[in-house]
């Protein structure tokens, strides 16, 4: 099961980076922002599914959550002009996923809006995302008292390895797979929590 840990640390970004392209050319935010609740409304079913297992027993709120939250925080940073209030709104989203225990929480607030405010500098990208995962694993290190363990430093790399699809991304649009992004998180958490009988589960933290 090490391999989905893997596939989830290399995904989120990802699916963090196409929230933010469908918000800068989606034609109503409103209708972008409603298809992503009734998502994670359809998908805290599987989720919790998964996460009554006996390796996990945890409830959060699935990642569908997450990038509502996220939407939310970047559509606020644009409504308000004041600089202060625009950051500290996106900061209270932040801490508000945190406390409803969104999953990713904080962090997956983060990747989205730095993603979205330095969308077209690959530099200053770089630089942002790097830095918003390296808080976060060493946050993860000092919290769960791991050290620099070997499955920390391998889990904070991969995360970094999605860095480099979302550099290439050539702003070209791609196949209209609309009904498969949506379907395909609360059907996966499904096949997960119904064969983990058969293949044991490992806690990703």
């Not at 390796?55 to 990642?63: K, T």
């Amino acid at each position: 099961m090490i391999l989905l840990c893997i596939f989830g640390r290399i995904s989120f970004p990802l699916f963090a980076f196409t929230i933010v392209e469908g918000y800068v050319h989606t034609r109503s935010f409103k209708d972008y922002l409603f298809r992503i609740i009734i998502a994670a409304i359809f998908s805290q079913i599987p989720c919790m599914l998964f996460n009554s297992l006996p390796e996990l027993n945890r409830f959060e709120l699935n990642v569908m959550f997450t990038l509502a939250f996220g939407l939310i925080a970047i559509k606020l940073y644009e409504a308000i002009d004041n600089t202060f209030l625009k950051y500290f709104c996106v900061l209270s989203i932040g801490i508000l996923s945190l406390i409803v225990q969104a999953d990713y929480k904080m962090y997956g607030v983060m990747i989205i809006f730095v993603l979205y405010l330095f969308r077209d500098s690959k530099l200053k990208k770089t630089i942002a995302f790097i830095l918003v995962v390296t808080i976060r694993y060493l946050f993860r290190i000092w919290y769960y008292k791991t050290g620099f363990s070997e499955y920390m430093i391998k889990m904070c790399l991969f995360t970094l390895v999605s860095l480099i699809f979302i550099l290439l991304y050539n702003r070209k649009q791609g196949p209209k797979l609309k009904k498969f992004y949506y379907w395909f998180y609360p059907v996966h958490m499904l096949i997960l929590y119904l064969v983990s009988p058969y293949t044991g589960i490992i806690d990703v933290f």
